[in-house]
């Protein structure tokens, strides 16, 4: 919990909140002590805390009040939502979990899985039926071993037509048989007014399994032009998985290369440890000074604090690269510490350049932590009669500057969308993404942009979930 694993004053605060009330603890897990948890929890870590009505120190006056509160509620989810501020425009991402287990699995990189990853675009001309494309096939998995491929588009599962309503469910449950399609433009590649998505008779049929992601995806040294290019797809900040990547700038580093490409498109955050530690391999002239800054709530405010480029982790030396320009590719997928990485790299220009290539990103600048039912809220202690957690946003970054990620996301140098026509293959010179970075490395700056697509792609990401999703405290 980084600088919460200190809860002195917290303790003593949290002593004084819930002196007055009764002991709402007993032998079973009754809703009324999970609620008890839910908003103690809350009232004392919430980012947004003063902006929530029901979370004022004076909001109630004796114990009879606060529990005819915590009554109101029939489940603990039901009171954790009513607290949240402003779910639609500012808190888009705290969450609970009533199985705080499969969250640490999630954390440490395990989930149940098939192995694929998915994009959904409208068909043409509909405004209900979509298409899925794949978009990542995952190691060691039931889906490379069936030998599927990025790129591929199919446009029923389980015998079903895909619409925006059901694609999600069709896709939940443990097994399901995708059913593949051809994309047709009918020879005219610049305009989908004219395309037709057209089935086929092959399937594939996929069961998820428990699997354990190592997120450093792909790398390769490209050389181009008479450079050494490094590239690096990276799909998650996975503390457990720290030693891989800094292997792979040891890669880099051995090879002696010019230029980086960092491809963050599918990455939705993690560890803001392993972002401090991510931003340190991609430079090292910046060892000691400030990456970024966590601001908690006017309660927690004490906790404020920095976090620093760093030389070394758990004894091992960072294999720094000293570079004065990376490349970073990204989607909307991308968020939260994958945006930190580069709003923290942004306030050191012009000692380092950022060009950011691909699509505006999430717009998630707030941490969060793991809240348990315990006297101090940490793992340790835990209420042993539910399995409840909750990860509520805590702190928010900026960078040494003060600057957030604006909640509308970060906007790209080059602004270039994938095109479900066109995937191409990650890691690829000709990987239009990727291309782009490496026209630009190559011709001094110029990049000739292809024609805009017309695609219209789902935005709800249906690939990652509560767990997977945004900038934790480790």
């Not at 919460?4 to 809703?31: I, P």
């Not at 999600?168 to 305009?191: C, I, M, Q, V, W």
């Not at 089935?199 to 490209?222: A, C, G, R």
Request: hydrophobic share 35%; with cysteine.
């Amino acid at each position: 919990m980084n600088n919460l694993k200190t809860f002195v004053l917290l303790l003593l605060t949290t002593t004084l909140f819930t002196s007055c009330f009764e002991d709402l603890d007993d032998n079973q897990a009754s809703n009324i002590s999970i609620n008890d948890f839910v908003y103690r929890g809350m009232n004392i870590h919430y980012l947004y805390r003063d902006s929530v009505p029901d979370l004022a120190v004076d909001r109630f006056s004796n114990d009879g009040e606060f529990r005819n509160y915590l009554e109101s509620y029939a489940a603990p989810e039901d009171l954790f939502e009513s607290l949240i501020y402003n779910r639609q425009t500012v808190d888009r991402f705290s969450w609970i979990t009533d199985d705080y287990i499969a969250l640490e699995q999630a954390f440490s990189g395990v989930t149940k899985r098939t192995g694929l990853e998915f994009d959904f675009y409208y068909q043409p001309g509909s405004s209900s039926n979509v298409f899925g494309i794949i978009r990542l096939v995952l190691e060691n998995t039931p889906a490379a071993t069936n030998n599927l491929q990025r790129g591929q588009i199919f446009n029923m599962v389980n015998g079903t037509p895909l619409t925006a309503s059901n694609y999600r469910d069709l896709l939940s449950d443990d097994s399901y048989t995708l059913h593949f399609a051809t994309y047709n433009d009918n020879g005219t590649p610049n305009d989908i007014s004219d395309d037709s998505i057209e089935s086929t008779t092959e399937t594939s049929t996929l069961t998820k399994v428990p699997y354990t992601e190592n997120p450093v995806y792909k790398t390769e040294i490209l050389q181009v032009n008479n450079q050494n290019i490094g590239y690096l797809m990276y799909n998650g900040f996975t503390a457990d998985f720290n030693t891989h990547l800094n292997n792979a700038f040891a890669e880099f580093r051995t090879s002696n290369i010019q230029n980086l490409v960092l491809d963050l498109r599918y990455n939705p955050g993690g560890s803001v440890n392993t972002a401090t530690l991510l931003g340190s391999m991609i430079t090292g002239q910046f060892n000691g000074e400030i990456f970024a800054k966590l601001k908690y709530n006017s309660f927690l405010e004490n906790n404020n604090s920095e976090y620093r480029f760093v030389s070394s982790f758990n004894g091992n030396n960072i294999n720094s690269l000293n570079l004065q320009k990376v490349y970073i590719l990204t989607t909307g997928t991308s968020a939260s510490a994958s945006e930190m990485v580069i709003n923290s790299l942004n306030a050191y220009a012009p000692q380092i350049e950022v060009v950011h290539i691909g699509q505006k990103t999430t717009g998630k600048s707030q941490a969060s932590i793991t809240i348990y039912d315990s006297p101090d809220f940490g793992r340790s202690g835990a209420y042993p009669y539910h399995t409840y957690a909750m990860q509520p946003l805590v702190a928010k970054t900026v960078n040494k500057l003060d600057v957030s990620v604006p909640s509308s996301g970060l906007t790209p140098t080059i602004s270039l969308k994938e095109n479900p026509a066109n995937y191409g293959v990650l890691g690829d010179v000709n990987e239009p993404l990727l291309a782009a970075a490496l026209q630009h490395i190559t011709e001094n700056g110029r990049v000739a942009f292809p024609e805009p697509n017309n695609f219209q792609r789902l935005k709800r990401d249906m690939n990652h979930n509560a767990f997977e999703k945004g900038m934790y405290l480790d």
